[in-house]
């Protein structure tokens, strides 16, 4: 018993490290009301009190490292602002919650934590394989090993995040006391998750289905309406930048070398290597490849159109010649076919650049590493452009929080890092689908309404947009006057040239459309009706009820009492969501994480000179 205790300590120990170190984050960090053991160095503060900048730092740290493991992958630069922005609003969750704890004067005794370090482990330790019984966690091998010599050295630890937890759950037990359904509250809900409609629809949205050269735009309309809609055109800031791209786009040659490669291991394999060992050491399908290629077995159709061909002509046991596929070249052998399926395995050798192509592509990138990346001069760029023989390209306004486009390709990161960045400042290398990126910044558009004469052909189609859609209202009332005659709704839709969908059953709570006046007006309307035409900030829209599901009354009944237990419940979770939702809200927040944030660029040049450098 000793050893099966021992053998479960490591990943034990690696979970309650990670849930003591979250712990210890929201309790020595300054926003626990306790005054922090750090120092006052802030990104920011929550309700008045400071959050320490160390603490945040590591706490941001903690949590991309753990992303990493999970992921098995480096983070780029939107995944790790992604994770920054996560771990802040953890904090202000921590926060507010906090401070309702302390509002409150809630507290727990000794014997509660014992209690609940007993009965309620972490979910993350419920989840250790060491405490599960047949995929559920054994409240049993849980407590035996808590008992142990080795799970006693870590209740100390279990202690503060049971404290944690109790206090919480004693928040949301005072703020949801009250919740009680009655039996017609009941059955609503009863009804919204079992009640069922399907319809068809009908969609008259003015920019689709008015011609721009029915509603002429006059330069006075366009300048009133930006006059009156002032607010409406508020943009956030962005960023306007310039880059240099080494195109990393496959030609003929990686064809080749794709093909050649293929060719090659189709070989060894003949010559005697096994098909499972080449599959695990070449292919890049890693899903199969860890099986040796083996893709199980699958329906005909399932697969792109020249993979499934090649599965149902080749014969069996046989290794298939390079079969070219969107994805690169396969090597397939089928070791089963029976009617319309088969059982196959495979190698992916994808298109990739190779060769001489590659060599001249990481050579190019290498220069626009070296000459014009993470510099603080804005002369760079244009140094590596001439030296590159390439064009300097320029982005369009990219708003704060939005990714950049070139052409029809989004390059990730670019987005994140321009507002990090320094006026004149270039990136480091960012690789995209189609070419390796240095962008540099070039100037910072502040927020608010922009001149007209930089929008105005936005603002015209807003203009444009606004007269079609009063047109609309004309083609609902011809669609409404067709239907009155007799004709369906299909019918006087297609004749109109407006599209018409049919939904299959919905209930209230899973509907296919977000707006709540056309979920209401479908299940408010008897089988077989018609709407009138319903007006609403997307569009007009007609409906006809084509089957009505009604809830199922003498079920409810039966299982009311169990029912009622379970939508209880939901409503608690609501209440609390809302609730922690309001705190968050009404919380006064001062954000200046991004003051003591650096690019690779600004690092460097802040760092002091290495012994033996030229600096």
Same mark, same amino acid.
């Given at each position: 018993?000793?050893? =099966?205790?021992? /053998? =479960?300590?490591?990943?034990v @120990?690696?979970?309650?490290t990670?849930?003591?170190l979250?712990?210890?984050?929201?309790n020595?960090?300054?926003?626990?009301?306790?005054?922090? +053991?750090?120092?006052?160095?802030?990104?920011g503060?929550?309700?008045?009190?400071?959050?320490?900048?160390?603490?945040?730092?590591?706490a941001?740290?903690?949590a991309?490292?753990?992303?990493?493991?999970?992921?098995?992958? !480096?983070?780029?630069l939107?995944?790790?602002?992604?994770?920054?922005?996560?771990?802040?609003?953890?904090?202000?969750?921590?926060?507010v919650?906090?401070?309702?704890?302390?509002?409150?004067?809630i507290?727990?005794?000794?014997?509660?934590?014992?209690?609940?370090?007993?009965n309620?482990?972490?979910? %993350?330790?419920q989840?250790?394989?060491?405490?599960q019984?047949?995929?559920?966690f054994?409240?049993?091998?849980?407590q035996r090993?808590?008992?142990?010599?080795?799970?006693?050295?870590y209740?100390?630890?279990l202690?503060?995040q049971?404290?944690d937890?109790l206090?919480?759950?004693?928040?949301?037990t %005072?703020?949801?006391?009250?919740? *009680?359904?009655?039996?017609?509250?009941?059955?609503?809900?009863y009804?919204?998750?079992?009640?069922?409609?399907?319809?068809s629809?009908?969609?008259?949205?003015g920019r689709?289905?008015?011609p721009?050269?029915?509603?002429?735009? !006059?330069?006075?309309?366009?300048?009133? *309406?930006?006059?009156?809609?002032?607010?409406?055109?508020?943009?956030?800031?962005?960023?306007?930048?310039?880059? @240099?791209?080494?195109?990393?786009?496959l030609?003929?040659?990686?064809?080749?070398?794709a093909?050649?490669?293929a060719?090659d291991?189709?070989e060894?394999?003949?010559?005697g290597?096994?098909?499972a060992?080449v599959a695990?050491?070449?292919s890049?399908d890693?899903?199969? =490849?860890?099986?040796?290629?083996?893709l199980g077995?699958?329906?005909?159709?399932?697969?792109v159109?020249?993979?499934d061909k090649?599965?149902?002509?080749?014969p069996?046991?046989?290794?298939?010649?390079?079969v070219?596929?969107?994805?690169?070249?396969?090597?397939?052998?089928v070791?089963?076919?029976?009617?319309?399926s088969?059982? &196959?395995?495979?190698?992916?050798i994808?298109?990739?650049?190779?060769?001489?192509? #590659?060599?001249?592509v990481?050579?190019a990138?290498?220069?626009l590493q070296?000459?014009?990346?993470?510099?603080?001069?804005?002369?760079? +760029?244009?140094?590596?452009?001439?030296a590159?023989?390439l064009?300097?390209?320029?982005?369009g $306004?990219?708003?704060?929080?939005?990714r950049? +486009?070139?052409?029809?390709?989004?390059?990730?990161?670019?987005g994140v890092?321009?507002f990090?960045?320094k006026?004149?400042?270039t990136s480091?290398?960012?690789?995209?689908?189609?070419?390796?990126?240095?962008?540099?910044?070039?100037?910072?558009?502040p927020?608010?309404?922009?001149?007209? =004469?930089?929008i105005?052909t936005?603002?015209s189609?807003v203009? #444009? %947009?606004?007269?079609?859609?009063?047109?609309?209202?004309?083609i609902a009332?011809?669609?409404?006057?067709?239907i &009155?005659?007799?004709?369906?709704?299909a019918?006087?839709?297609?004749?109109? /040239? +407006?599209?018409?969908?049919?939904f299959?059953?919905?209930?209230?709570v899973t509907p296919?459309?977000?707006?709540?006046?056309l979920?209401?007006?479908?299940?408010?309307l008897?089988?077989?009706?018609?709407?009138?035409?319903i007006?609403? $900030?997307?569009g007009? *829209?007609?409906?006809?009820?084509?089957?009505?599901?009604?809830?199922?009354?003498?079920?409810?009944?039966?299982?009311?009492?169990?029912?009622?237990?379970?939508m209880?419940?939901?409503?608690?979770q609501?209440?609390v969501?809302? *609730? @922690?939702?309001?705190?968050?809200t009404?919380?006064?927040?001062?954000d200046?994480?991004?003051?003591?944030r650096?690019?690779?660029?600004?690092a460097e040049?802040?760092?002091?000179?290495?012994?033996?450098?030229s600096?």
């Open positions: 018993m000793m050893q =099966a205790f021992r /053998n =479960a300590a490591k990943p @120990v690696y979970v309650i990670i849930t003591f979250g712990w210890m984050i929201f020595l960090s300054g926003i626990s009301g306790q005054g922090g +053991l750090f120092t006052k160095t802030s990104v503060s929550i309700n008045g009190t400071a959050v320490d900048a160390r603490v945040y730092q590591q941001v740290q903690n991309i490292t753990e992303r990493q493991r999970t992921t098995g992958t !480096s983070l780029g939107e995944d790790v602002e992604q994770v920054r922005n996560q771990v802040w609003e953890q904090f202000i969750q921590n926060a919650i906090g401070d309702e704890i302390a509002k409150y004067h507290g727990v005794t000794t014997d509660q934590v014992a209690d609940w370090i007993r309620v482990p972490p979910q %993350d330790l989840a250790l394989p060491d405490f019984t047949e995929g559920h054994d409240l049993a091998k849980y090993w808590l008992a142990s010599p080795i799970g006693q050295q209740i100390p630890m202690e503060q049971a404290r937890d206090l919480r759950t004693k928040l949301f %005072d703020i949801t006391s009250d919740i *009680y359904l009655s039996d017609a509250a009941l059955w609503e809900r009804r919204d998750v079992n009640e069922k409609v399907s319809m629809l009908t969609a008259i949205i689709n289905a008015v721009d050269s029915a509603v002429p735009v !006059s330069d006075a309309e366009v300048e009133a *309406y930006y006059r009156s809609h002032l607010k409406e055109f508020s943009r956030p800031r962005a960023a306007f930048m310039s880059f @240099v791209a080494v195109p990393r786009l030609d003929a040659s990686d064809s080749a070398a093909l050649a490669r060719e291991l189709r060894q394999i003949i010559g290597l096994a098909f060992d695990k050491r070449e890049s890693t899903t199969s =490849a860890k099986n040796g290629g083996d077995t699958f329906a005909k159709g399932k697969m159109a020249e993979f090649a599965v149902f002509s080749l069996l046991n046989t290794v298939s010649e390079p070219k596929t969107g994805f690169g070249y396969h090597l397939i052998e070791t089963k076919r029976s009617g319309d088969a059982t &196959a395995r495979h190698i992916l994808p298109f990739e650049l190779a060769g001489a192509h #590659r060599t001249q990481d050579a990138t290498d220069s070296r000459l014009g990346a993470a510099r603080l001069d804005p002369a760079a +760029l244009d140094t590596v452009a001439r590159l023989h064009p300097v390209g320029h982005t $306004p990219v708003q704060e929080g939005s950049v +486009l070139v052409g029809t390709y989004v390059v990730p990161d670019a890092w321009a990090q960045a006026l004149g400042e480091d290398v960012i690789e995209g689908e189609a070419a390796e990126y240095v962008f540099r910044l070039d100037s910072i558009q927020a608010g309404t922009p001149a007209l =004469a930089q105005r936005g603002v189609v203009v #444009r %947009d606004s007269k079609k859609d009063e047109k609309a209202k004309a009332a011809d669609l409404e006057s067709r &009155a005659k007799g004709q369906s709704l019918d006087a839709s297609k004749a109109l /040239n +407006l599209p018409n969908k049919t299959p059953l919905f209930s209230r296919p459309l977000t707006t709540p006046k979920v209401g007006a479908a299940f408010g008897p089988k077989g009706q018609v709407s009138t035409p007006d609403t $900030p997307d007009i *829209y007609v409906i006809q009820v084509l089957e009505h599901q009604m809830a199922d009354s003498a079920d409810f009944e039966k299982n009311k009492i169990r029912n009622r237990g379970d209880i419940q939901s409503v608690k609501d209440r969501r809302t *609730y @922690v939702t309001a705190l968050r009404d919380a006064k927040i001062v200046d994480r991004n003051a003591l650096k690019t690779n660029a600004e040049a802040a760092a002091p000179p290495q012994p033996g450098s600096n």
